[in-house]
């Protein structure tokens, strides 16, 4: 199994700035992805971030949005942009090896835009 | 594009008594099956999954699922639940060999009443 760390936990963040969420495992894994809790709601898959290139994202996501960052295995981080009261949720990071098909999850951030 | 439903979105139950949440998806083809578990103020975990043989698998915690073919179901289970239960239980399901894409249902929130 893989243990996944994100920071912050939690921010309390003012509209029209950008907040960057850090997501670290424990070991290498070939595949992570990024995933969105809005209030009430299940998780959504917000893009795939792939080592070395851009990342894959899911209709109604993009890249000026949510810019993400890969440089190694173990490291992801995902950008919260412009960022407006209807962005407040927990945004969760996951990874997988490939050939594998159990996902592990982190513990998600918690983000509040006032 | 593959969909999870499922039906309870909020269960209250007394201590000793059974449980069963619903789940169904659609999708044409294989399909790998998970239950995820976050219990309060916790990370998202994996209960159990099914990926291929017996159709009625167990987890942790005395639970268990069964795949149902035919109905496109993969129902949670548990004969006697417990107050540390209390939890939101998310269906998960991945195409097998067709991309990365693990699609959550909206969950359940359980509240067992001590």
């Known amino acids: 199994s893989a243990v996944i760390s994100q920071k912050p936990s939690r921010d309390i963040c003012q509209r029209g700035t950008s907040l960057t969420i850090q997501c670290q495992v424990d070991?290498?894994?070939?595949?992570m992805f990024w995933y969105r809790q809005q209030p009430g709601q299940s998780l959504t898959l917000i893009a795939t971030?792939?080592?070395?290139?851009?990342?894959?994202?899911e209709s109604g996501f993009v890249i000026d949005k949510f810019p993400i960052s890969r440089p190694n295995l173990t490291f992801s981080t995902l950008t919260v942009s412009n960022m407006s009261p209807e962005d407040s949720s927990i945004y969760l990071c996951?990874?997988?090896?490939?050939?594998?098909?159990?996902?592990?999850f982190g513990p998600g951030t918690r983000l509040l835009v006032l | 594009a593959q969909s999870v439903s499922q039906h309870n979105h909020h269960v209250i139950l007394s201590e000793a008594a059974s449980l069963e949440l619903g789940c169904n998806y659609s999708?044409?083809?294989?399909?790998?099956l998970f239950w995820y578990v976050q219990y309060p103020g916790q990370h998202l975990q994996l209960l159990l999954k099914?990926?291929?043989?017996?159709?009625l698998v167990k987890g942790i915690k005395g639970f268990e699922a069964e795949f149902i073919k035919s109905k496109f179901s993969f129902n949670l289970r548990k004969p006697s639940v417990q107050w540390s239960d209390t939890a939101e239980y998310f269906c998960?399901?991945?195409?097998?060999?067709?991309?990365?894409?693990?699609?959550f249902g909206g969950g359940t929130r359980l509240m067992v009443k001590p």
């Open positions: 996951s990874a997988r090896n490939t050939g594998e098909e159990t996902q592990y």
């Open positions: 070991s290498q894994v070939t595949m």
């Open positions: 971030a792939n080592q070395g290139s851009e990342a894959t994202y």
């Open positions: 999708y044409g083809g294989t399909v790998n």
């Open positions: 099914y990926f291929s043989g017996d159709p």
């Open positions: 998960a399901v991945k195409p097998r060999n067709a991309g990365n894409m693990l699609t």
